[in-house]
């Protein structure tokens, strides 16, 4: 029986966690990354070490495997168009186009009908104070359009700051947002195979600390009214653009009651790393299914989860939920601690409370 090799561009704790969900089917992985003793490439067979524009190398990796995936949104778009004319890649960078720019992610999911907080493009230091105007705000937040992650490449602008001051904190293109108000933040995730099927994880309810995943809740606990409207939004979303993979949306639930889309990640996401151990089949599982031509799975969530990230210095203390029962570690092989570096995470996993909430 021939193997399946599975090519994974990025060697990060995504890639790290679809690899081990492959190896569990029997499919070896091919990562191909900058970084040397990644921690997806500890758990795969083979590694090319070089950047993402080596098209000697891309094209040596792209002919020893039979398709390729990607575990994070910063591959150039011009890395998948070469290495598509060699091998089968999933998703396409339709998908990474919409994510990698937040003007292109807005207009696309405004034309779809999902709605996103107000938005403008930022032309000069007056469109800002357009939007003050309009929006009738105080404050704005201003991001940059691309390689924005963990709240780094955005500031808060309030009406009396300097706005000239903040806003050259930020390089390249920029986009203004208005503040939303919101109760929490959720997130869904989706995955949808060759045949079209989707399936679906979540509403997540995501708690974030210094602008980083801190805490995920599962259920959680908004209205069953909510639970229904964010997963015809991001099947909405797979089908429009005809998903072979996985991906998530990001979620704001505002004061007065509405879903306003955030954001898109092409791929899968911390906020779904808790049902490796609260379902039957996570989302690494139906992500190598996905991208493999496998038909996708639904996830049987059998437990309610908390999943709490382990960041930077938090790794050194893991003995205490070594002891725990019900405690799930999950570590990501990183040798250098890092501030605001994810480290690994825990689940905690109890009995499933509603059989009703997904
Ligand atoms: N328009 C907004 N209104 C209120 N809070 C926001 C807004 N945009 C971002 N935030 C906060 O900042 C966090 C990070 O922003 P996000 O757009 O998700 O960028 P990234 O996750 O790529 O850093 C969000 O999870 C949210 O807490
Ligand atoms: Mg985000």
């Given at each position: ?6 090519g ?41 070490v070089a ?39 999933y ?18 999911l405004?034309e ?23 929006w ?5 937040i ?13 500031v ?19 986009i ?18 060759h045949e079209g099927?989707?399936?679906?994880y979540?509403?997540?309810l ?28 991001i099947?909405?979303i797979a ?36 049902s ?5 089949y ?34 050194l203390?893991?003995?205490r ?5 019900g405690?799930?570690?999950h570590i ?18 109890s009995?499933?409370?509603s059989?009703t909430?997904?």
């Open positions: 029986m021939k193997t399946l090799t599975l994974i561009l990025g060697g990060g704790q995504l890639g790290r966690m679809s690899a081990l969900a492959a190896a569990n089917l029997g499919i070896a992985v091919h990562i191909f990354t900058p970084e040397h003793n990644s921690p997806a490439s500890q758990v795969s067979s083979q590694t090319t950047p993402y524009n080596d098209e000697t190398a891309l094209k040596k990796f792209a002919q020893s495997v039979d398709i390729i995936t990607y575990e994070f949104e910063n591959i150039p778009v011009d890395t998948i168009r070469f290495l598509k004319t060699l091998t089968p890649v998703p396409d960078e339709k998908l990474l186009e919409v994510s990698q720019d937040r003007v292109i992610e807005k207009i696309f405004n779809i009908n999902i709605e996103t907080t107000r938005w403008k493009n930022y032309q000069s230091d007056q469109s800002i104070l357009d939007a003050f105007q309009e009738k705000s105080s404050a704005t201003i991001k940059t359009t691309r390689f924005g992650y963990d709240g780094k490449g955005q808060k602008v309030n009406k009396h700051d300097n706005i000239n001051e903040t806003v050259r904190l930020l390089n390249g293109d920029k203004i947002e208005d503040i939303v108000d919101f109760t929490c933040e959720i997130s869904m995730i989706c995955a949808r195979d099927n989707i399936i679906t979540g509403p997540m995501n708690e974030h600390k210094n602008h980083i995943l801190h805490l995920t809740t599962v259920p959680a606990g908004i209205s069953q009214k909510h639970v229904h409207q964010a997963d015809k939004m099947r909405k089908q429009k653009i005809d998903l072979k993979g996985v991906l998530t949306l990001e979620l704001f639930l505002t004061k007065d009651g509405r879903l306003l889309a955030n954001e898109i990640a092409p791929r899968t996401h911390n906020s779904g790393h808790w490796m151990n609260a379902c039957l996570s989302q690494f599982d139906n992500h190598i299914r996905a991208v493999c031509g496998f038909p996708v799975m639904d996830p049987q969530r059998h437990s309610d989860a908390k999943m709490l990230n382990l960041i930077g210095e938090d790794i203390d893991i003995d939920h070594m002891k725990k029962s405690a799930y570690l990501y092989g990183k040798s250098e601690i890092r501030e605001g570096r994810k480290m690994g995470h825990i689940n905690f996993i009995p499933k409370t059989p909430a997904s």
